[in-house]
């Protein structure tokens, strides 16, 4: 018993190391740093977050599924690629401390945020597909809700320590010069050794049982492929996900952008309404993580997208700050469901066969029109000249990804 709850524990912790890249460097803090300092004009700065934000997206819809099926075949190799993929992130995490506030380091940001969010997505292929191996012998739905309700809560610790030793202070511990944006710099180098500290109980304990060596032709991928995809209800899920996917992750991308250019969030202002969101997400993933082994995945997905559509609507539609707080912070119950369902619906679907596999095209169903988000968010911006207008986008692939979804048996 001691060893299953240690087993989940971390499982848990490599959510809560890996939270803090997504939180910091992509939705809040970097970006917004970006978009307002690096780059000539938040329209510049918008478009071009969000085109790096696309061919990254392009990048792990075509490798994914092949890493994942190549790891089927080859248990060692998932070790090896989650192994790299780590030491890609945190180091890139780490470089973005030279990133100065000029635009002559504008393309120099924008190579390791396509690297680092690149293979921090590969090795969420190989973290999902450990569901079952971790979970021991609690439900699926619970332990997925808490394995990103601790992810959530990771970010929210971060958020904090960056808030109160390095942004609020005038004279912080560190002695950094505000003027140079170092305190803002310097949140890379916190992202990096987080993710570091955090994630070696779960890579230390990433073991393959029933190793083997398969030698697997380009053909046999190919077909694997395929056979997946002929199995409708599989990719009737598959294509759901796709939709709503690439309306979670460009609302991610571009949370923080959004706030700053529209509603004129300040970077305190920003981390405020990141870590109030990341405790609404939390609490989200749990509670509906409980409610999904009640009620079932599928109408926890559908009612978390019903509420996740009305409220992006209604934040659309407002000019008022405090309500976009309300309705910000109210995103991010939904959001933390939706995900954390999505994952053991696969594995529902999957009957717990070839999670690599699986996983792999899991992250193509999440990336492989993840460019066009990102993509239709930079170029309305760009031709109308209206964040609003760009944004408004998300709510035509989350709408798909609900219709969708209610003709998948889950």
């Known amino acids: 018993m001691q060893k299953d709850k240690k087993k989940r524990l971390y499982y848990y912790l490599f959510d809560w190391a890996n939270s803090p890249y997504s939180t910091v ?43 994942g099926l190549l790891a089927d075949a080859n248990k060692k190799l998932s070790k090896i690629i989650i192994l790299f993929s780590t030491l890609i992130v945190c180091s890139g995490s780490f470089l973005l401390w030279f990133s100065m506030p000029n635009s002559s380091f504008l393309f120099y940001t924008l190579a390791i945020i396509f690297l680092t969010n690149t293979f921090f997505e590969f090795s969420q292929v190989f973290y999902n597909a450990k569901l079952l ?56 180098i916190v992202v990096c050794f987080w993710y570091i500290t955090f994630s070696i109980p779960f890579l230390i304990n990433y073991n393959n049982k029933n190793i083997s060596k398969k030698k697997v032709s380009f053909k046999k991928l190919l077909k694997l492929l ?31 952008i959004y706030a700053s250019g529209v509603f004129n969030f300040s970077f305190y202002e920003i981390i405020y309404f990141g870590i109030a969101l990341n405790i609404s997400a939390a609490i989200g993933s749990l509670i509906l993580g409980y409610l ?21 609507l209604s934040i659309l539609l407002i000019e008022n700050k405090i309500l976009f707080w309300i309705l910000g912070i109210s995103l991010g119950f939904f959001i933390g469901s939706i995900q954390s369902s999505s994952r053991t619906a696969l594995v529902t679907i999957s009957s717990q066969k070839n999670l690599n596999q699986m996983f792999g095209l899991y992250a193509v169903s999440g990336k492989i029109t993840n460019f066009f988000g990102p993509l239709l968010v930079a170029s309305f911006t760009a031709y109308f000249e209206s964040q609003r207008a760009g944004m408004a986008s998300i709510l035509l692939f989350l709408i798909a990804g609900l219709l969708i979804l209610r003709k998948t048996k889950i």
């Open 292 to 312: 999904e082994d009640i009620i079932g995945i599928k109408k926890i997905l559908t009612y978390s997208l019903i509420g996740l559509i009305s409220i992006a």
């Open 25 to 67: 460097i992509i939705t809040f803090i970097f970006s917004s740093y970006f978009v307002n300092v690096i780059a000539e004009n938040k329209i510049q700065g918008t478009s071009y977050w969000g085109w790096t934000i696309a061919l990254s997206g392009i990048s792990i819809a075509l490798l994914s599924p092949i890493f």
């Open 133 to 188: 191996d971790f979970k021991s012998k609690i439900s699926l739905g619970k332990f997925s809700g808490i394995a990103w309700g601790s992810g959530y809560l990771g970010g929210i610790l971060c958020l904090l320590l960056i808030l109160f030793f390095l942004i609020l202070p005038e004279n912080n511990l560190l002695g950094l010069d505000r003027e140079n944006y170092e305190h803002i710099r310097f949140c890379g």
């Open 226 to 256: 395929l056979n997946t995809f002929k199995e409708k209800n599989k990719l009737k899920f598959l294509i759901a996900r796709m939709f709503y996917t690439d309306g979670l992750i460009t609302l991610f991308s571009f949370g923080g």
